[in-house]
């Protein structure tokens, strides 16, 4: 993208032009750390899904009042989303950096699963994948907010879609795989493991599951 050079002194109606002053934050300053709020917002949904985290819930995780949650965040709608994409820089970025890193698309995909395997049993935090969870139960009034999930899966799927390509392209899968078909194989596998870790099953099962999904890795 190209950005608008800035007006000159050959330029004398946009060099008198005044400076658009920035805006002044309305209100009062928040009382809170607004990122701490939200990282603690963020394991209320991990946790308990959207719908069935209540304000009350929420805003004693985060230590602050009905009225400063709306003053900071908006709604309940708005926090979610905002919760949903700091999973995404954070906890739920595994599969971006193993795409990003790793020389081959298989190398990637089973560093992926082997790593989430490992994340979504953590003790620390909810079990599971969040984006994967949280709105699994909602009903038509959360409509908004399973659209926005769905749309990240789909973007999710469509980037492992891509590498697996690659791949096919340059040789390390046979020219005749569908990179569809294989993206979404193991995108199943994926949202299956989350499933499993949110019931409790160990890491060492998962695990498992990565080294058997692996050996459906076709052979060039």
């Known amino acids: ?12 109606e946009a060099a008198a032009e005044p400076a658009t002053k920035p805006r002044r934050p309305r209100g ?3 009382s809170f750390d607004r990122d701490a709020a939200l990282e603690s917002a963020m394991h209320v949904f991990w946790e308990h899904g959207y719908e069935a985290a209540s304000i009350a819930d929420l805003t ?6 009905p009225p400063s949650l709306y003053t900071a965040f908006g709604d309940k709608e708005q926090l979610f989303l905002e ?8 906890y739920g970025s595994i599969s971006s950096r193993a795409l990003r890193e790793e020389p081959t698309a298989r190398a ?10 490992n994340e979504h049993t953590e003790p620390c935090h909810p079990k599971g994948c969040m984006v994967v969870m949280s709105a699994t139960n909602c009903s038509a009034a959360a409509e908004r907010v399973q659209n926005a999930l769905i749309k990240r899966r789909a973007e999710a799927i469509a980037d492992l879609g891509r590498r697996i390509q690659g791949a096919v392209d340059s040789g390390e899968l046979p020219p005749d795989t569908d990179a ?5 194989f193991f995108a ?24 058997t999904a692996m050996r459906s890795w076709p052979a060039r």
């Not at 990637?108 to 395997?117: D, F, K, M, N």
């Open 1 to 12: 993208m190209l950005l608008a050079e800035p007006p000159t002194a050959a330029d004398p």
């Open 28 to 30: 009062r300053p928040l």
């Open 60 to 65: 004693s995780a985060m230590g602050i009042t």
């Open 83 to 90: 919760a949903i994409e700091r999973y995404a820089m954070g």
């Open 108 to 117: 990637a995909i089973e560093r992926w699963l082997t790593e989430s395997a």
């Open 180 to 184: 569809t078909d294989l993206a979404n």
């Open 188 to 211: 199943a596998v994926y949202q299956g493991m989350s499933m499993q870790a949110k019931d409790g099953v160990s890491r060492d099962s998962l695990l498992s599951t990565v080294r």
